[in-house]
T-cell receptor
Framework: QKEVEQNSGPLSVPEGAIASLNCTYSDRGSQSFFWYRQYSGKSPELIMFIYSNGDKEDGRFTAQLNKASQYVSLLIRDSQPSDSATYLCAVLGQGAQKLVFGQGTRLTINP | DTAVSQTPKYLVTQMGNDKSIKCEQNLGHDTMYWYKQDSKKFLKIMFSYNNKELIINETVPNRFSPKSPDKAHLNLHINSLELGDSAVYFC???????????FGPGTRLLVL
């Protein structure tokens, strides 16, 4: 089982809709969870982090964490074509000092 | 005012050569990292330094040698380059080993 799993996509969403990106992780003791956005040919850019169970909102982005289910998600409201990118989920395990990345989900927003 | 910078951005070289990639951060962070992103876009950590001390050394061939002259710089030297080393190498930094990481622009290495 991979440590951090994401559906590689591609995920196609119409402009203005909600895009939902999901991630599961295997280390039950994981403490910190991060979402990065990576445009083609560019570097990963941090967009959200979450440490506690529940929801965390920042503008059009909402991160959701459920530690019991070992599940973290990212919702993008009012999706824009500029949101088209690969979204990487990253998890910091308990006592670990390294981020483990999922393989990324490629998101396309269709005008 | 670039936060994490890398040089060079592109590196094209022949098999067997030795090359170095340099990374600098001006964020005042204590921890720096090297990642490799392969053709399938999978991002994997190679090394991490905290205040010039090596804290993570993943299963990487010993042809790869990191060096941190101070906490703002982390360089990567690669000996005897192989075709399989072709990838994008990202440097990153974070305030601590447990914090969010911020990535540099990447160095695209192509070994011919």
């Amino acid at each position: 089982q991979k440590e951090v799993e994401q559906n590689s996509g591609p995920l196609s969403v119409p402009e203005g809709a909600i895009a939902s990106l999901n991630c599961t992780y295997s280390d039950r003791g994981s403490q910190s969870f991060f979402w990065y956005r990576q445009y083609s040919g560019k570097s990963p850019e941090l967009i959200m982090f979450i440490y506690s169970n529940g929801d965390k909102e920042d503008g059009r982005f909402t991160a959701q964490l459920n530690k019991a289910s070992q599940y973290v998600s990212l919702l993008i409201r009012d999706s824009q074509p500029s949101d088209s990118a690969t979204y990487l989920c990253a998890v910091l395990g308990q006592g670990a000092q390294k981020l483990v990345f999922g393989q990324g989900t490629r998101l396309t927003i269709n005008p | 005012d670039t936060a994490v910078s890398q040089t060079p951005k592109y590196l094209v070289t022949q098999m067997g050569n030795d090359k170095s990639i340099k990374c600098e951060q001006n964020l005042g962070h204590d921890t720096m990292y090297w990642y490799k992103q392969d053709s399938k876009k999978f991002l994997k950590i190679m090394f991490s330094y905290n205040n010039k001390e090596l804290i993570i050394n993943e299963t990487v061939p010993n042809r790869f040698s990191p060096k941190s002259p101070d906490k703002a710089h982390l360089n990567l030297h690669i000996n005897s380059l192989e075709l399989g080393d072709s990838a994008v190498y990202f440097c990153a930094s974070s305030p601590s080993a447990l914090g969010a990481q911020y990535f540099g622009p990447g160095t695209r290495l192509l070994v011919l």
